[in-house]
Each structure stands twice: as structure tokens, then as C-alpha cells.
């Protein structure tokens, strides 16, 4: 079922047409990465389809409904984390949970939602007290308050030390195996290519890139990089590489295979191939290879 559908979705700020015809869709129970660097169109896309902001052209579905026109309906179903959260400092973090509960149609137990984030221990802290990622925990405590069916998550784990990352992904999961989709926009291509199944790369308001995560991962060249052996030059070997300070890095579709060559042609040669690393593309492979102006 879709879950979330945008078409030739535009949208301008004053005179700036910052969402230039943009089209993807999301599947229930889905995790879509929505990625681009700053300023790309990422935040505006997501606050058109929560309804914050009408689109100028284009249609935007949430549940097969329209953000704006239905926006009760939509709002009950649609959890959303922004990069600002707009809480009371002084409240502590019970008291934030449950004003928000008094709001939320069906909400989960206090309780409940602050043990999904792992904030249980923190209920009695007032929020002014919470470290940044503590902060963006509680956010996505409140985002989840609802049980909603679609989840929009804009940098979610920005500020959060690595086990709390972690921790979040296994509750981001955890959540799109229970069929909710979710819509995430990070700058951590690590977070995207472990949590999301497809993801869309927008550059100055357009997508230029989308698919699958594994396919199109599959799809783009690994890299195999080592130190240039002493006294070799770059152009002796029998592969092209790039330099990367002391190391020799080629850049091929099938990496085992560029790495067989290089062992081999290196064993001809009597030369050892030190720190040699094979590995299949990465989501970072991925943006050095697009267009310098989309990354
Ligand atoms: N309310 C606004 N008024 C004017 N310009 C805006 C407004 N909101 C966004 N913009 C501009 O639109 C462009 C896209 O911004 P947007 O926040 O959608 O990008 P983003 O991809 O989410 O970036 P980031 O990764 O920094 O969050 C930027 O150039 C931004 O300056």
C-alpha cells in the first residue's frame, strides 16, 4: 500500500522555487531516505506533506489523502520529528509527554513512549536540563505519541552520541516493521544506508538520484584502495587509480575482481600491496560520484 506519494511536486519561497518537479513514493512499513546536501529541498518537501506548507504545483498524498484539505485526518495518522522542536524549558519531561498526550487521539502510555527512546530514566529532568541528543529523543518520543501510520523524521539522531544512534534506528525499525512508513532526511549517509530500503537524492530542488538502497548500491562502483608500493608510479599499474595522499584508490564496478588483478599483477611484480581495502559501494561512493553540484 502507499503510504506516501508525491508527483511533480513544486514549490517556491517568495521567488525562489526551492522543490523543482519532485516525484517518489513510500510504501507502508517502508524507510525512505530523502537526502541531499544543505538547502537542497529536503525540509520543504516534508513540510509540504505534513501540511504545513500548500504546494504550488504538483499533488501530495498522505494516506491518500491530501495534507491541507484533510489535514485533521491526516494529522491524527502522521507522526512528525522537525530539526527544531519547540519545547517548554521548564517543563520536565513527564509533564511535556503528557501535555502533548492531552492533544493526541489514542496516545500510547507516557511511559511506553519514553521507554521506546530510552528516556524512561529521564521522566523527572526538566528539558532544559537535556543534552542535545537526549532532546531529539524526546522529539521522537512526542512524533510517536500517536502510533501514527506514517512517521516524518528530519534529522533524527542529529547530536546523539553512537549508542543512542543505534538505539534509535532499532526503534525506527522496529516501528516500519509494524507497517509504519517513514520519510527520513539525514546528512549521515551511514544512518541512510543502514536504515532506509530506498532513498531519493535531491539537488537544488530536484532528485537526482533514487532507487533502492541494496539495488542501487549494487549498482555503482565499489573501491579498492592500498599504499602505492615504493618507486611505483600510478600509471605502471594495471588498473586506473586516483591518489588519496600515500594511497592508490580504483574505483570498479566489481571490486573482488579490480583486487584479484592488482594481488596478481603485484605477485608478478614482487610488491606487496600494504593496507589494501576492498569494499562494496557506499551511499558516500555513491554522492562522490554524482555531479560535484549535487553534493
Ligand atoms: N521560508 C523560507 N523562505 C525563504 N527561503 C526558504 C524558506 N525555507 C527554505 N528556504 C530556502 O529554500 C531552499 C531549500 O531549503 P530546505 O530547508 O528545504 O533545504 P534542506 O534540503 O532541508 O536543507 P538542510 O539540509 O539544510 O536542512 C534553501 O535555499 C532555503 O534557503
Known amino acids: 500500500m502507499t503510504a506516501i506519494r508525491v508527483d511533480g511536486l513544486r514549490k517556491s519561497h517568495g521567488g525562489f522555487e526551492a522543490v523543482r518537479g519532485v516525484s517518489f513514493e513510500v510504501a507502508a512499513g517502508e524507510i525512505f ?26 499533488t501530495v498524498r498522505v494516506l ?7 489535514r485533521a485526518a491526516v494529522r491524527e495518522r502522521l507522526g512528525v520529528m522537525l530539526q527544531e522542536a519547540g519545547f517548554f524549558p521548564d517543563l520536565t519531561v513527564a509533564q511535556t509527554v503528557d501535555t502533548w498526550r492531552d492533544f493526541t487521539a489514542a496516545a500510547r502510555p507516557r511511559e511506553e513512549a519514553l521507554e521506546l527512546v530510552g528516556l524512561a530514566d529521564r521522566a523527572r529532568t526538566r528539558v532544559r536540563q537535556l543534552s542535545g541528543g537526549e532532546k531529539r529523543r524526546l522529539d521522537l518520543a512526542l512524533a510517536l505519541l500517536g502510533r501514527p501510520d506514517v512517521l516524518f523524521l528530519d534529522e533524527p539522531t542529529a547530536g546523539m552520541d553512537p549508542e543512542a544512534r543505534r538505539d534509535t534506528w532499532e526503534t525506527v525499525r522496529g516501528l516500519a516493521g509494524q507497517g509504519t512508513a517513514v520519510l527520513l532526511t539525514t546528512h549521515y549517509l551511514d544512518e541512510a544506508q543502514r536504515l ?13 538520484a533514487s532507487g533502492g538502497m541494496a539495488e542501487t548500491l549494487a549498482a555503482s562502483s565499489g573501491r579498492v584502495a592500498f599504499r602505492l608500493p615504493p618507486g611505483v608510479h600510478p600509471a605502471e599499474l594495471p588498473l586506473a587509480v586516483t591518489m588519496e595522499g600515500d594511497h592508490a584508490v580504483c574505483r570498479a564496478e566489481d571490486p573482488d575482481l579490480a583486487a584479484q588483478t592488482l594481488l596478481g599483477w603485484a605477485a608478478e611484480h614482487g610488491l606487496r600491496l600494504a593496507g589494501l581495502e576492498v569494499r562494496t559501494a557506499t551511499l558516500e561512493d555513491l554522492f562522490l560520484d554524482l555531479p560535484r553540484s549535487a553534493r
Not at 491518500?64 to 484533510?70: E, T
Not at 530500503?197 to 530536484?206: L, N, Q, T
Open 196 to 208: 532506509a530500503s530506498s532513498m531519493a537524492i535531491m539537488d537544488a530542488g530536484e532528485i537526482v
Open 64 to 70: 491518500g489523502l491530501d495534507p491541507v484539505a484533510d
Open 33 to 58: 531516505a530523502l537526502l541531499g546536501r544543505n538547502g537542497a529541498g529536503k525540509t520543504t518537501t516534508v513540510e509540504v506533506l505534513a501540511g504545513f506548507q500548500r504546494p504550488d504545483a504538483g
